[in-house]
């Protein structure tokens, strides 16, 4: 059975930090890329950043870039997200997702995805 399993989620001070992880199994982690999502209330689902297991390419949104770091730790077959100096716009549910296929990640086209964690930046 596939499973991705977030965790790392809360409620943090604006300029504060998080790191979230994304647990995988069920499949080969070394053959996938791995996404993180996240939709605010109101709002589209949007990918934040993606990381490629077999390559470790990344892909980072623009209004992340410079405070957010994607990594993969292929031994424990986990996916981290590194948020440093949040802001109250990055409020929203994260997802992992994955797929073969970094660009299908990137777009969204994902094979798995998990249930998500809640990420609250107060002012």
């Not at 499949?27 to 077999?54: L, N």
């Not at 986990?78 to 990137?106: F, H, R, W």
Request: aromatic share 12%.
């Amino acid at each position: 059975e596939v499973q991705l399993v977030e965790s790392g989620g809360g409620l943090v001070q604006a300029g504060g930090s998080l790191r979230l992880s994304c647990a995988a199994s069920g499949f080969t982690f070394d053959d996938y890329a791995i996404g993180w999502f996240r939709q605010a209330p109101g709002k589209g689902r949007e990918a934040v950043s993606c990381i490629a297991s077999y390559d470790h390419r990344t892909y980072y949104t623009d209004s992340v870039k410079g405070r957010f770091t994607i990594s993969s730790d292929n031994t424990k077959n986990t996916v981290y997200l590194q948020m440093n100096s949040l802001k109250p716009e990055d409020t929203a549910v994260y997802y992992c997702a994955a797929d073969a296929n970094l660009g299908a990640v990137i777009a969204g086209r994902n094979d798995y995805w998990g249930q998500g964690t809640q990420v609250t930046v107060s002012p």
